[in-house]
């Protein structure tokens, strides 16, 4: 099965990243942009998407920073 | 006092934490794929990127052949010393509290920062007294201190009154476990230990960890 796993760093703590792009956009002219956040993405084909969880917890995430979001 | 470094591939200052340990004792350099410790008294884990920073730092490192002997070795009281992506290892290992971040600039910091000592008592810092002043060069990008939800580090050095070069919170630099023989900081001791580049502040971590009475 194909999954997706996002990853985002967790609300409250600060994104630089977000941060800089959320200030690239209006100079580029695009207006009304908020709340940008920059995270990753990983595909993966697995055989048992139950394991999708224990994976996220162990080694896709850092939970301590990060939110993971399952997309299967 | 026989030190051990890790060499994870990506590490870039093995040889310099090698040379460093070497002024106050022995020092060997331990290979990622090895579970064999080498019955080292303490162990270094080094600067750099190790494999490469891929998914996150320290994230893949965590789980080397190696570092199953360095947390047993940990648990087991064993003095273990991590700088900057060892720092990072060593967070995402559990062997530590909290986590890094990229630097809130987002950009790769490197110079010479003032730190102030807060806890002489581990046996990296016990050289020093509380309130010194040391500097010691800085050189990451992943270096923002996030403290754990509870809030429950013990701190052992903070950046001094505006020298934080990464957004740490509370300015903490360095991190020891509770038990006070795992320790993990940002700036690079090892890079100061020879008048000819500058500080040799650095060699106080050295010289505690060498007056640790082996088998403590």
Partial sequence: ?72 | MKFGVVRFPGSCDEVDAQLAASRVGEAVLLWHGDRDLQGVDAVIVPGGFSYGDYLRVGAIARFAPVMEEVVEFARAGGPVLGICNGFQVLCEAGLLPGALLPNAGLRFVCRDVDLVVEDAATPFTRACTPGDRMTIPVKHTTGRYHLPPDGDVRVVLRYAPGHNPNGSEGDVAAVASAAGNVFGLMPHPEHAVDPLTGSTDGLKVFESLARVPAGA
């Fill in chain 1, 1 to 72: 099965m194909r999954a997706r796993v996002l990853v985002r760093p967790k609300a409250g703590i600060l994104d630089p990243q977000g941060r800089a792009v959320e200030r690239a956009l209006p100079a580029l002219g695009f207006d009304g942009v908020q709340n940008v956040h920059v995270g990753r993405l990983i595909e993966l084909d697995v055989d048992d998407p139950n394991q999708l969880e224990a994976m996220c917890e162990k080694l896709l995430a850092n939970p301590l920073i990060e939110d993971y979001e399952i997309q299967t």
